[in-house]
């Protein structure tokens, strides 16, 4: 790939090539989209039917220190009799 000379572009020339970049990298992005569909379509017929899910972001789960006094014995103690 060639080099480009960012700082001796105008700002037109700049622009067009934001353009251009966020255009072909558009375009990238469906082509792979639909590759990934349609792998997922042909990994369905394995098992359970593919569906889309959106990711998200885990829990914070609640450290067990938090959960007990610190005042508060560990194990039940006996009684001396």
Same mark, same amino acid.
């Given at each position: 790939?060639?080099?480009? %000379?960012? /700082?001796?572009?105008?700002?037109?020339? !700049? +622009?067009?090539?934001?353009?251009?970049?966020?255009? *072909?990298?558009?375009?990238?992005?469906?082509?792979?989209? =639909?590759? !990934?569909? +349609?792998?997922?379509? @042909? !990994?369905?017929?394995?098992? @359970?039917?593919?569906? @889309?899910?959106?990711?998200? &972001?885990?829990? =914070?789960?609640?450290?067990?220190?938090?959960? @007990? *006094? +610190? %005042?508060? &014995?560990? /194990?039940?103690?006996?009684? +001396?009799?």
């Amino acid at each position: 790939m060639a080099k480009i %000379d960012l /700082e001796a572009l105008s700002i037109e020339e !700049l +622009a067009s090539l934001r353009d251009n970049a966020t255009e *072909k990298l558009a375009e990238k992005v469906a082509a792979r989209q =639909a590759e !990934l569909e +349609a792998e997922l379509e @042909k !990994l369905s017929q394995y098992g @359970k039917p593919a569906r @889309k899910t959106q990711i998200v &972001p885990p829990v =914070a789960k609640a450290r067990k220190s938090a959960d @007990k *006094k +610190a %005042d508060e &014995p560990k /194990e039940p103690v006996a009684k +001396a009799a």
